[in-house]
């Protein structure tokens, strides 16, 4: 390295770090310096507002906000584990922990905040946590599933309930105790506060609000047995997060004689040059702005890491303010504030509509001249990207039909197409909405993850998404782009229009449908080998509520299935079937074991245990499905619907009944399931699982559908996928009863069933879904729609139908006709189905090929 | 190719290099869905009928695969032409010359089929 290149040391690798790194080298500083990143944490940069999301499943990897390939493409050299500890600002270098001392020409400082702790006695006892690092969760976690049942939070602002969620996720009965008179005393005001207690109680958290923390009382061992609280009173608790405030990160600059401010944090001016020394730059949580103020959100972050990197690269930039819009992201409630939430502006006026029983409260602060200044909203933050965005500029409609809900007169019709061009659309980010547009129509971009990648709006706490996705649909509109989403060639409508007309005009016919809705030159013909089984599947699906016969193989439905579903097996590659008879919660006597060895073993078949907890036989001839099925509905066996696109297996765990862990029935919880959704024919398959506790033996988190058991009932995660790209489900409810968890998975399958496109699985479905889950969760959880009790009828008719497709096609001489090799010799054997043996058992005796290549497996529809 | 009120008693026929071949009653197919048939020298034929009552015959092997399943597969309408997709891999063969609608160099056979009293 050259002694003539110039030196920019950070300290701090945090969010804003990271930001300052991408900013230096997108202004091509990067290549005309050194650079050097010390980095206290064990790990590179990180999403610490995404944080929490830790506990619904996303993992340290997918929290990283940097690869090793960026950091090594600019030249960057990053310290990890090697915090900075002194700094020498005459001999202008800085001396790590390990010993490393590296001389700079510019010194930044983005060393972020500390977690405040009240210096109570008993502090640092074992069981005291705080909540601001992925190790601090780690910690978490693991004490929480060794040793606790009951956890508190100290402080109920934002972080304070977030971690309270976390804590109630883990299966903790969990407190909250909160000095002010109200929670999150901040955001919200004296109404915002009631209405958002009434709803986190009714969620089950306990909530002490007017209390402060005494004492931590520690038990023999050294470790948390409860609290002593102000009012006199002892609250026992296994656990304890405090999460009252954070304080800057300031003692670095401190000790080196740098300005800080009063109440702490590194004096900067309008470029966030420290005001002691024009070569040190402090940004993000630790500085105090030229405004007098330190911000402990991560937008105005941002906004210093470009100013300080801006100002390097000798640009103007400046920064002097910003708006501390805040959403909540705890689970289930709603509650924002944006712009001046408190009215502190002079003659500003406040429109209120508040409803206690629904625990919703909406505040909106106007101006003078009828512009809006900001708000607090409780219950219901639907409108929040919107109103955020409108901040500063007189709304289009009057600001009490912003408020009023739905239903309620005239609701207000205020759709992101409202919003002026410079409306900031992501605050965090500072992205507006003509910037998005402007991504649409200039950078050609079509869907919100495209938007979001060339845009960054909607890459940080998220809460703009919802608007973000309007705004494309919009602008694709308004600009005429045309995209054909018609299910397939014979139909221009989408399987989700599909299932609505089905639906409202009862249409029990294929043919029908195509004739009548089909595109005008598919209509009259025979359809296409896409739309048909799809057409199949919402006809069945719906088969009881709009009079359609329910069997796969009665009437036209049987010329409309997929070979699998025609024949109920799954076809193999050299014309065999396999057999998959349904083992609920894949718990088996050993009376069923034996039945079906006798009958693999009377017709040589071969046998193997699944991924999907049963057991396959391979290997039987068409004309042999009647007869193993005879047999195995003799025995008490049903259909598994190995073959449909349908509920498959519902796997479990021992769970509670045998495992030390466990603390519900996972296998009976499973099986009853099982038994609730079997044969229910969706756009895709579906797999579930239950979970006897957090330890999580059935990957019910992989499931489109997955149940864990809590101490508190049952957590339902939905979403997630093996297969080819895995997903991890998201938590949807938490803590729910038999009943409760039920109903959920009646409506959200349902929802599923009703929206989701051909072969989609609710994976895809639900990242492709406007507003995502949080759509869902208003839809299935909030019924936000009111279609909930439509839903649930549905499904109450489906499970009221359901007949053993394999025992009805036994007993059905007709149906029977049709499983034979040849019409015109019914009983021999098709000569190409042949077998060597293998292991003991038999394989498939593969034909040599004509044509030598052979498409990719599963690259063809699937 | 015939169409007839009174179906019951006709017999579905498909022509090989000596005459025609009587496979099967017509009835026994059943509209958008095939069978197989098995022809006197071992080899193997998929028969359809569409929606209009209109009766085809392939090769029932799947020449992708190997496997004689063609006469399980979906059938469907392209561009006013009959067609059968494979069950197994997917690809679609054209009903009237037995031309692979994704491959042009794969064609598999075609009967010539009718039905009559
Ligand atoms: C038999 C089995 C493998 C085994 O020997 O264990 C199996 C076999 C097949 N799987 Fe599977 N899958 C089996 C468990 C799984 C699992 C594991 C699980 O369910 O826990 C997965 C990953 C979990 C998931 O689905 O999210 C799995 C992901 C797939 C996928 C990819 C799905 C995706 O969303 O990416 C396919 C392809 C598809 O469905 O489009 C597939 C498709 C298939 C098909 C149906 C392929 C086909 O069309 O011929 C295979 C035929 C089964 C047959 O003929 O009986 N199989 N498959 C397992 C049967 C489970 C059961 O009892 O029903
Ligand atoms: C649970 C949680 C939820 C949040 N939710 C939101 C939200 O919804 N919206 C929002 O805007 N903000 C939110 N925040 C706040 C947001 O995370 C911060 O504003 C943001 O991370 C600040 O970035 P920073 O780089 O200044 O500090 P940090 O991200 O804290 O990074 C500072 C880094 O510097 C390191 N460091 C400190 N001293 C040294 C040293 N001497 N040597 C080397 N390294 C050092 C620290 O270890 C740390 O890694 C949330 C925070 C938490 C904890
Ligand atoms: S998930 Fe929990 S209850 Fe179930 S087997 Fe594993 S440890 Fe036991
Ligand atoms: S407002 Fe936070 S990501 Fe857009």
Redesign the interface.
């Given at each position: 390295m050259s002694t003539d290149t110039p030196t920019i040391v950070l300290v701090g690798h945090g969010m804003v770090g990271q930001r300052f790194l991408e900013a230096l080298a997108e202004r091509g500083l990067t290549a005309a310096h050194r650079v050097v990143v010390l980095c206290e944490e064990p790990r590179p940069a990180y999403d610490r507002v995404q944080l929490t999301s830790y506990f619904s499943g996303t993992t340290p990897e997918e929290l990283s906000m940097t690869d090793g390939e960026f950091i090594e493409r600019h030249g960057i050299e990053l310290h990890l584990g090697d915090p900075a500890e002194t700094i020498d600002r005459q001999a202008r270098t800085v001396t790590a922990r390990s010993g490393l001392t590296v001389s700079y020409d510019t010194l930044v400082l983005a060393t972020g905040s500390y977690p405040f702790v009240p210096p109570v006695p008993g502090k640092d006892a074992t069981g005291c946590f705080v909540y601001r690092t992925i190790e601090d969760l780690l910690a978490i976690e693991e004490y929480a599933g060794a040793r606790a049942t009951t956890g508190a939070v100290v402080g109920g602002g934002l972080l304070g309930l977030e971690a309270a969620g976390a804590l109630k996720g883990l299966g903790l009965a969990t407190h909250i105790v909160e000095f002010a008179p109200r929670l999150m005393p901040v955001q919200v005001d004296e109404g915002g506060g009631a209405a958002l207690l009434r709803t986190i109680e009714d969620m089950g958290l306990t909530v002490h609000t007017g209390t402060g923390t005494q004492e931590i009382v520690v038990g023999e061992e050294g470790a948390v047995t409860a609290m002593r609280l102000s009012d006199g009173s002892e609250l026992p608790t296994d656990l304890v997060v405090f999460s009252a405030g954070v304080r800057p990160r300031d003692q670095l600059a401190r000790a080196c004689g740098l300005a800080v401010g009063e109440r702490g944090g590194i004096m900067v001016d309008e470029r966030c040059r420290t005001v002691s020394d024009p070569r040190v730059f402090a940004i993000g949580e630790c500085a105090l702005a030229a405004d007098g103020r330190v911000y402990g959100l991560v937008a105005p972050g941002y906004e210093m890491a470009e100013t300080a990197a801006a100002t390097l690269a000798a640009d103007e930039a400046a920064f002097t303010g910003a708006d501390l819009s805040t959403k909540l992201k705890l689970l289930g409630v709603d509650v924002a504030s944006f712009g001046d939430a408190h009215g502190t502006t002079a003659d500003c006026l406040d429109v209120v509509y508040a409803d206690s029983r629904s625990g919703t409260y909406k505040k909106l602060v106007i101006g003078r001249d009828g512009e809006l200044l900001g708000g607090i909203l409780v219950g219901d933050a639907e409108a929040y990207g919107t109103l955020r965005a409108l901040t500063g500029s007189v709304p289009p409609v009057a600001p009490e039909r912003l408020v009023l809900p739905a239903g309620s007169g005239a609701p207000a019709e205020l759709g992101p197409s409202a919003l002026p061009d410079e409306a900031v659309v992501c605050s965090c980010h500072n992205v507006t909405k003509g910037t998005i547009r402007g991504a649409v129509t200039e950078h050609r971009c079509t869907t919100v993850p495209q938007v979001k990648k060339c845009t960054r709006a909607g890459t940080g706490c998220g809460s703009c998404v919802k608007v973000l996705g309007q705004l494309v649909d919009a602008e694709l509109e308004a600009s005429g782009v045309e995209v054909d989403k018609g299910l397939c060639g014979c139909f221009a409508q989408t399987r989700e229009e599909l299932y609505e007309i089905v639906l409202a005009l009862r249409i029990s016919s294929y043919q029908q449908l195509l004739d009548r809705y089909g595109r005008r030159e598919a209509r009259g013909g025979d359809g296409c080998e896409i739309c048909k089984p799809a057409v199949a599947s919402v006809i069945a699906s719906l088969a009881p509520a709009i009079g359609a016969d329910g069997h796969v193989l009665d009437g036209e439905q049987a010329a409309l299935q997929d070979t699998n579903d025609h024949f109920l097996a799954n076809l193999q590659r050299n014309g065999s079937y396999s057999v998959v008879p349904r083992i609920p919660g894949g718990e088996i006597t050993p009376e069923k074991l034996i039945v079906i060895g006798e009958i693999a073993r009377d017709f040589g078949l071969y046998t193997k245990i699944t991924g999907g907890q049963r057991i396959d036989m391979f290997g039987a001839r068409v004309e042999q499905l009647p007869l193993i099925w005879a047999r195995l509905v003799d025995a008490g066996f049903e259909s598994g619907h190995a073959y449909g696109k349908a509920l498959r297996t519902v796997k479990s765990c021992v769970g509670q009944t045998w495992c030390r862990y466990g603390v519900q029935d996972s296998v009976r919880m499973a099986i009853d399931l099982e038994l609730r959704y079997r044969g229910l024919r969706s756009p895709h398959k579906l797999k579930s699982a239950v979970s006897g506790c957090a330890r999580e033996c059935a990957e019910a988190r992989s499931k489109d559908f997955g149940v864990i058991a809590t101490a508190g009932g049952w957590n339902l995660y939905v979403g997630g996928n093996g297969g080819a790209t895995p997903r991890h489900a998201d938590l949807l409810a938490q803590d729910l009863t038999d009943a409760e968890l039920v109903r959920l998975i009646d409506r959200f399958l349902m929802f599923y069933i009703r929206t989701a496109d051909r072969l989609e699985r609710t994976s895809v479905w639900l990242e492709r879904i406007p507003g995502g889950l949080d759509h869902v969760r208003d839809v299935v959880v909030h019924d936000s729609l009111g279609i909930c009790g439509e839903l649930e009828a549905l499904m109450a008719a489906h499970v009221a139908g359901y007949r053993d497709e394999w025992a009805e096609t036994v007993n059905d001489p007709e149906k029977l006709a049709r499983f034979v090799s040849f019409v015109n010799a019914p009983d021999t054997p098709d000569p190409v189905v042949g077998f060597v043996p293998e292991r003991d058992q038999i394989k498939p005796d593969l034909p040599l090929l004509a044509i030598g290549t052979r498409p990719l497996e599963g690259s063809a529809q699937r | 190719m015939t169409l007839a009120p009174e179906t019951t008693d006709l017999k579905v026929q498909l022509r090989l290099e000596d005459g025609w071949f009587t496979?099967?009653d017509l009835r026994?197919l059943?509209?958008?869905?095939g069978?197989?048939?098995?022809l006197p020298d071992?080899r193997?034929a998929a028969?359809f009928r569409?929606?209009a009552g209109r009766t085809y015959g392939i090769d029932n092997?799947d020449?992708?695969?190997?496997?004689?399943?063609l006469s399980?597969?979906?059938?469907?309408?392209?561009q006013?032409r009959?067609f059968v997709?494979s069950?197994?891999?997917?690809?679609?063969f054209d009903l009237l010359s037995g031309q692979c609608l994704d491959d042009e160099t794969?064609r598999v056979a075609a009967y010539d089929v009718r039905s009559t009293a």
């Open positions: - | 496979v099967c026994l059943i509209p958008g869905r069978v197989a048939a098995l071992g193997q028969l569409d929606r092997r020449p992708f695969t190997g496997a004689a399943v399980r597969g979906l059938t469907g309408t392209h006013g009959p997709a069950p197994l891999l997917k690809q679609r794969v």
